[in-house]
């Protein structure tokens, strides 16, 4: 795992948004995995800032999102595809057709899973896929567990996700109690991952998940086995590891 340590969140989205430009620049029609949360908010307006002065171009990329909360529609504000619409799919030239994310109206689980991890298969897998961390550490919506779910499941989140998500939510009550999410082995299969972690709340467990025992508890350990990983951090989430350094 490669760590790119920065100073502030601003210089973290800009780090990870140059990671990304690059692999745009190099491969325009890449297949991208892409991210929600307050992480990955300043990447976005960073690649929509590059895309409107016309250093970047996405009309031959692919998008597909790593989850989506069980039961609600794409025009529903606290939607995983509402919130891609409003950070990024309205504001660049990504062809409609080619924006992907886990159906959360199809309520008939086995279908939909099925449908978007053969969706990912016939896209021929992910170029590069971009992540946020978890204070649990999940990765997507694989949390804490006995063992690592492979494929696209629908999960029951975890009381601290549902915790950690109802500030986007009117009450807590509000926040779904279900996902579905990409898999670890969809995950993994991902060619290059782009880890991005900001703020001291996620100190300890980026550590963990960069040096920790390697472990189902932890999702996010199991990205020390994935050969192309890289880790941008600003300098309070990596405070931790700076310490001992
Ligand atoms: C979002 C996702 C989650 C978040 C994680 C961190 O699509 O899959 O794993 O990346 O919960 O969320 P933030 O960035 O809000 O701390």
């Given at each position: 795992m490669r760590l790119i340590i920065t100073e502030h969140y601003n210089d973290m989205c800009r780090k990870a948004a140059s990671i990304m430009a690059s692999q745009i620049t190099l491969k325009p029609d890449s297949v991208l995995g892409l991210a929600t949360g307050a992480t990955p908010v300043g990447i976005y307006e960073q690649l929509t800032a590059w895309y409107q002065n016309g250093e970047l171009d996405f009309s031959q990329i692919t998008t597909v999102n790593l989850d989506e909360y069980y039961g609600l529609a794409p025009d529903n504000e606290q939607s995983y595809h509402y919130f891609m619409t409003e950070h990024l799919f309205s504001k660049v030239n990504l062809p409609k057709g080619r924006q992907f994310l886990p159906?959360?109206?199809?309520?008939?689980t086995d279908r939909e899973c099925e449908r978007y991890q053969n969706l990912i298969r016939l896209l021929g897998g992910i170029d590069m896929q971009l992540l946020g961390l978890g204070h649990n550490g999940h990765i997507g919506f694989n949390e804490p567990s006995d063992a690592f779910v492979k494929e696209v499941h629908l999960v029951k989140l975890a009381e601290q996700t549902i915790e950690a998500n109802k500030r986007f939510f009117a009450r807590a009550e509000d926040v779904p109690r279900k996902a579905y999410t990409m898999g670890i082995g969809t995950i993994f299969q991902a060619k290059k991952i782009l880890l991005a972690v900001s703020g001291a709340q996620k100190a300890k467990i980026l550590k963990q998940v960069m040096y920790g025992p390697i472990c189902p508890q932890v999702p996010?350990?199991?990205?020390?086995?994935?050969?192309d990983v890289t880790v941008v951090a600003d300098r309070e989430a990596a405070e931790e590891i700076e310490a001992e350094i």
């Open positions: 159906d959360g109206k199809n309520l008939d996010g350990t199991i990205l020390q086995l994935h050969s």
